[in-house]
């Protein structure tokens, strides 16, 4: 499958229970930018006229048949062009599909904007600080900032994925049902020390929502709004809510796929759309970058999957990011 890496590549594919966004670049080059803006919609083009070989995306295609995956949506952009588009009966373009865990990838953007704007001074920042309420627990947990929230290094006991999120007692889902989900998620024991171990944990990003609320003073909804949505022309987001009305950090935004497609061209260019700066170029390159590396051969970023994996490569030629989220733990690119 390498013939699917061509510099600039925008992949979005959802299947039953997981999505996918995906993006390549290479770091010797700049992805220019595209001849127009889809701010109000995507254009279409020809493969050829995008230098895409149209057998590659017909193996593509085929092995998506041949592995039987449940794909329902399936939409390759290059060089800001729709050169693929595929949904299956009875999703459309315009269908609301659930995006899953790529909601952590939006909610590391905002972080980014109110970094960017001011509203949050530093990544360093001690979680607690937005939690004078909060005073009564262990004081190593004074240790755990912003930025450990998010590469996923809290050092707090989350054994999310012990059993399938179908299933009550999963830790996430007990912290959904809790009447205080932040304290639920802060109140878990802790297994390491802040920075050193990567665990996945939805939890820390629902309380990286909390800190947006406190921190900008608005509904993190209403925040993405104005500063994230509405400049990419993202209108229709439906994102789910706690039963404190805050909504959820680790997952729960359902979006059109042309829509997530804007998130990860506004990546390729480095936080800019349309000549302004919707968040920095310094924190795109800082959250594609792998921090902390994995168990699954490849580094995390802010919100972002990375390949290479973190200093396997001084400085990589090729550098790999996407955002997945889903129930069933598999990538397909």
Known sequence: MRRWLFGGLLLV????????LFCHFSTQINVPPPDYWPTEGWKRSTPEAQGIYPDTLADGLQLVRDLKLHVHSLLVIRHGYVVVEANVYPFTEDVLQPIHSITKSIVATLVGIALDEGYIESLNQPVLSFFPELEDLEREKRAITIRHLLTMTSGLDWPEHKSSYGDPENVSNKMFTSETPIRFV????????????????????????????????MDPYMFAQEHLFSPLGISRVWWERDNTGLPMGGSGIRMRPRDLAKIGLLYLQRGSWEGKQVVSAKWVDQATRGHINTDMDCGYGYGWWVYPPKSSIPRPIQRVFWASGGTSDRLYV
């Open 13 to 20: 594919a959802a299947s039953l229970g997981a999505y996918l």
């Open 186 to 217: 802060l109140e878990r024991p802790m297994a390491a020390s802040p920075g050193k171990v990567f665990n996945y944990n939805s939890g820390t990003w629902h309380v990286l929502m909390a800190i947006l609320a406190r921190a900008t003073g």
